[in-house]
């Protein structure tokens, strides 16, 4: 299937053009992302799947600010912010979306609102902390924020860390396989919330994922391989997005 990208009507909250990403030189170059042109239509759920290598998570990384394309352009709304000097994107990285790890990178010694108000101390902004308790809430973890991620199961801690990533209030929440270090039923809490997200608060999301069933939460599911996006499918089931990326070799 040909390379895409389409006219959204809902406005864009997220786009590509042209977008290539290589590591390396010469011969020992390896191409990430070979032209990938995408627009992730602002209030919906995108996940993006592909097979070992397919480049899906150097997508995600470029969408998201945390590393520069080769040639190509990354849009946020109506700004190119793969042009932008290093501290003016990560101004706008701090103030218009989040990211959430698999891994949860959370400071063990820190208190639960410490660590969702770690990213605006460190940009030098004093703590709102009506703002913490109301993210806080909004992931279910009202009353624990004196609590230490050691006292919190795996779900508890990857809610703090969507936490985190909501406190600025951002445009977009990118999720590079959020349920990937949980169990299966706290899994699919963790998608349940970003779902809510996504329906009740016109929040964007754009999720990596291997699992077919995390990926029959979004709206949408890009398929990667060899650095192109070679399919998508609209609101798919579990099977759809398995029979897919089987014939993928995912």
């Not at 790890?101 to 063990?108: I, R």
């Not at 809490?189 to 970003?194: F, P, Q, R, S, Y």
Request: aromatic fraction near 4%; charged fraction near 25%.
């Amino acid at each position: 299937m040909a390379e895409m990208t389409r006219d959204i009507g809902l406005g864009t909250a997220a786009r590509t053009a042209d977008l290539h990403r290589e590591y390396g030189r010469g011969t020992a170059a390896v191409r990430a992302l070979r032209g990938v042109s995408v627009a992730l239509a602002s209030g919906t759920f995108t996940a993006v799947m592909g097979p070992s290598g397919s480049g899906k998570t150097t997508l995600l990384h470029c969408l998201a600010g945390m590393d520069r394309p080769t040639r190509g352009s990354v849009w946020w709304g109506g700004t190119e912010v793969s042009r932008l000097p290093e501290r003016r994107l990560a101004e706008l990285r701090r103030s218009r979306v989040g990211f959430v790890f698999q891994a949860f990178n959370l400071m063990p010694a820190m208190t639960v609102a410490q660590n969702v108000e770690l990213p605006g101390r460190l940009a030098g902004k004093r703590p709102d902390r009506e703002r913490v308790r109301e993210a806080l809430a909004q992931v279910g973890l009202a009353g624990r924020e004196r609590h230490r991620p050691g006292q919190l199961s795996g779900g508890q801690q990857q809610r703090v860390a969507i936490a985190r990533a909501l406190v600025s209030r951002p445009e977009v929440l990118f999720a590079d396989e959020p349920t990937g270090a949980l169990d299966r039923a706290t899994g699919h809490e963790i998608l349940a919330l970003l779902r809510a997200g996504v329906d009740r608060d016109r929040q964007t999301c754009v999720m990596v994922t291997h699992d077919p069933v995390a990926a029959g939460y979004a709206d949408r599911v890009l398929l990667l391989a060899d650095g192109l996006v070679v399919d998508e499918l609209d609101r798919p089931t579990a099977a759809q997005v398995g029979d897919r990326l089987s014939r993928l070799g995912g």
